[in-house]
């Protein structure tokens, strides 16, 4: 076999390397990695929210340049992201704020119109399906209509029940109109993140956990009454939430049932608080829905991050990872809310010049790489070679990856290190010893083949 090393840290991008066999013979100190003999199937594939932001921006691009940028993000020449996440009406990452029928307690929906997302976002999307026209795409409301809720504003709030009913009508009015569209949903999620109203400063709203299995309960009957095969992924909140799903799950009748899976983000817990949801509710899928750059911290370069929590949601039997907003301006916006976010990709206002985030570059390692039918196999450090002492608080992390069996002669390897130091690596293969040396705040694709 013969190897290539992929490298990305803060002094190369891509750069390539040759990486030698040792065969029968290893180094001495060097960390052996272990990779497990238990293969994880059903990965879905990556993707970014499609936000009415990053459509507004996509909008004010050169067609030429967009179509470019689109063929980068979303086609098997590019990063080949092929998951998207919608919004429901507006999220805090758009131009607008508005829902579908903003007439107060029109309980019949005379008033639904999607004309708004008929402007830019629509098309925008319409552009990214002609470029990959199996993109999988879920959907989410960041607020149902304001009058619907507590407070009567579409920021902040509380779900009210009596609206259960109508609200689930409301979502398969969106459902269907996006298919006149040529826009096909396939899953959705009742509501992003439903422990928080956010203080009223962006689209958001509550949901008593019970109120949300209700609903889920009521939805699915209404997909299923307009012949509509739409997956429901419940909750799409934090990981140091997960034991009000297993609480939900565990107690409100039907609910494992009417729902496909769970949806997370990362902004607060561990993801791997969620294993006790798979090991409860094996039938039941596990999404990571949210996650995206900081504008101001490490925008290009936090690679290592991100390739550390993709390794982590794959050894967590995530079935997809979705990050936050396709592209958003320099300053991140259009933005309806108070956070400072970046875009997997930025535009700037005045010369139109894209920036490219750490995230963007560390999807570059990784997407192409998966497809539906990959098996692949958790890479852990040998417990040899766990913390040294000495060198507390400034002890280096673990190394962090997988490896990749598309059964096609390849073997492709992702290893992460976050280190500030170089780490000398070795691993068994396919009746050979490997030996990788990884830079410094590093992510490397290592492609062994025949």
Excluded at 102 to 116: A, K, N, Q, Y
Excluded at 128 to 152: E, Q, R, Y
Aim: hydrophobic share 35%; glycine share 8%.
């Amino acid at each position: 076999m013969k190897g290539i090393q992929i490298l990305t840290d803060k002094n190369h991008h891509r750069t390539e390397l040759e990486v030698f066999p040792t065969f029968n013979v290893n180094v001495a100190r060097a960390m052996t990695l272990a990779i497990s003999e238990e293969p994880i199937t059903g990965f879905q594939g990556f993707g970014v929210a499609i936000t009415g932001a990053s459509c507004h921006e996509l909008s004010l691009m050169d067609p030429e340049a967009r179509k470019e940028l689109l063929n980068k993000v979303y086609s098997k020449d590019g990063i080949g992201l092929s998951v998207g996440r919608l919004s429901i009406g507006s999220s805090d990452y758009s131009a607008e704020l508005y829902s579908y029928d903003d007439v107060p307690f029109d309980t019949e929906l005379r008033h639904f119109s999607i004309e708004r997302d008929q402007k830019y976002i629509i098309p925008m999307i319409k552009e990214i399906l002609s470029v990959n026209p199996d993109l999988f795409l879920f959907a989410s409301p960041w607020s149902p209509p304001s009058w619907m809720k507590t407070g009567g504003n579409l920021c902040g709030g509380y779900m009210r029940e009596v609206f259960l009913e109508c609200y689930a009508e409301y979502t398969v009015k969106y459902i269907k109109a996006y298919a006149e569209n040529g826009i096909i949903i396939s899953a959705m999620t009742p509501q992003n993140e439903p422990n928080t109203q956010q203080s009223g400063t962006m689209p958001a709203c509550i949901w008593h956990p019970e109120l949300e299995a209700k609903y889920i309960g009521i939805l699915k009957e209404k997909l299923q009454e307009s012949n509509l095969d739409v997956k429901i992924w419940m909750f799409d909140h934090n990981f140091a939430d997960a034991n009000r799903v297993l609480w939900s799950l565990d107690n409100c009748e039907g609910l494992a049932n009417n729902c496909d899976g769970v949806a997370f983000h990362y902004y607060a817990g561990t993801i791997e608080e969620t294993k006790k949801i798979r090991k409860a509710y094996p039938e039941l899928d596990m999404h990571f829905t949210e996650a995206g750059p900081r504008l101001y911290d490490h925008y290009g370069d936090d690679w290592c991050k991100w390739g550390i929590m993709v390794s982590k949601a794959l050894k967590c039997g995530n079935k997809s990872f979705t990050g936050w907003n396709l592209m958003l301006n320099e300053i991140g916006g259009p933005n309806i809310g108070p956070f400072l976010c970046g875009g997997l990709v930025t535009r700037h206002t005045v010369t139109g010049e894209l920036d490219y985030s750490g995230q963007y570059k560390a999807f570059n390692h990784i997407a192409p790489y998966i497809r539906k039918d990959s098996e692949v196999y958790s890479v852990s450090v040998n417990e040899e070679y766990d913390v040294q002492m000495h060198a507390y608080p400034q002890a280096s992390q673990e190394i962090e990856g997988f490896l990749i069996d598309n059964h096609d002669g390849k073997y492709v390897l992702v290893l992460i290190n976050p280190n500030d130091d170089k780490q000398q690596t070795q691993f068994f293969l396919n009746g050979s010893w490997w030996y990788v040396e990884l830079t410094p705040e590093s992510i490397s694709t290592i492609i062994l083949e025949d």
